[in-house]
């Protein structure tokens, strides 16, 4: 198995309000068939997908999917661009969980939920820069 992640599928209840939220923080839509809504991210994507469905297509009961024990991450280009992203959240529909602050290993960051519950942390490491053409991460930087 090559070492990449090329879809990430956030299982929703309500597809619809869930990509009104991520398209409120500026994301585009791709051309998707019914039922699915994907935004390209850089070298991913990210689909947003009904839960019950995808429970279906997985196999087990949509209670078995369960929430949290993970976290989406966006590394930013400096403490303001955290601050930027982290004030758009509860405008657009999602839930602070931890104001963006200072970390005890030097970096700066913020936690939030998107309407369905999803966990992100917006964060600068001061430590791996992006790559300064497109903004791709990589651990220790570019």
Do not use: C
């Not at 469905?53 to 929430?67: F, K, Q, S």
């Not at 963006?100 to 030097?106: L, M, R």
């Amino acid at each position: 198995m090559e070492q990449r992640i090329s879809l990430i599928t956030l299982g929703t209840v309500d597809v619809e309000s869930a990509s009104r939220f991520y398209e409120a923080l500026g994301w585009k839509r791709v051309e998707t068939p019914d039922n699915i809504v994907v935004y390209d991210l850089l070298g991913q994507a990210i689909g947003l997908y009904p839960l019950a469905a995808l429970a279906e297509d997985i196999g087990v009961p949509a209670a078995d999917l369960g929430r949290g024990a993970m976290t989406l991450g966006q590394n930013m280009r400096s403490k303001d661009e955290v601050d930027a992203v982290m004030a758009q959240v509860s405008g657009a529909g999602g839930k602070v969980l931890k104001p963006p602050q200072d970390v005890f290993w030097g970096g700066y960051h913020g936690y939030f939920s998107d309407p369905e519950g999803h966990i992100w942390e917006i964060a600068y490491n001061p430590f791996s820069a992006l790559r300064p053409d497109d903004g791709a991460f990589r651990w220790g930087g570019y």
